[in-house]
């Protein structure tokens, strides 16, 4: 448990708020000053990110992840979206280490399996991982009828 300065934490939570509101550009500016004060704690850095990367930065977006990776680097949230953010930028290989990171310390963190499955679907052609990903996302998620669609089409691909 790491004690935060009301001011931070009252910053962090307003910062969320202007995401929810789509007011990344404002939810950037404050989230710069929460993380000058604050830089134990991997969310404000995931969530700079994320704000970062909606307005069009993403490289400050990849530091930012990678900060928040460097203090924890398991999170589910900094992994999937930096997975996400080198998937669109064609390192798929980098983008299936930061998914597995997700999984391997969170395996039920959805996010990351559904789209680790997706990589190795559409972009590495490994069909074992994405029937894996995709088999077990519905484990936890058995009405996802795109993922079941999804499942079908690969077993029909690779013969099964």
Known sequence: ???????????????????NEDKYAQAVELL?????REQRLPAPFVNLAIAQNKIGDKKAAEKNLIKALKLDIGHPVANNELGLLYRKTGKFNAARTAYQNAIKEHPDY?????????????YLHDYDCALEQFEDYLELVPDDKEVVIWVADVKRRIGK
């Not at 448990?1 to 995401?19: G, K, R």
């Not at 710069?32 to 000058?36: A, E, H, L, Y």
């Not at 959805?110 to 559409?122: E, H, I, Q, S, T």
Request: hydrophobic letters at 50%.
């Open 1 to 19: 448990h790491v004690d935060v300065d009301s001011d931070v934490e009252a910053d962090f939570n307003q910062a969320v708020i202007l995401m």
């Open 32 to 36: 710069n000053t929460v993380v000058q």
């Open 110 to 122: 959805l996010p990351a399996k559904r789209n680790l499955g997706v990589l190795c679907d559409l």
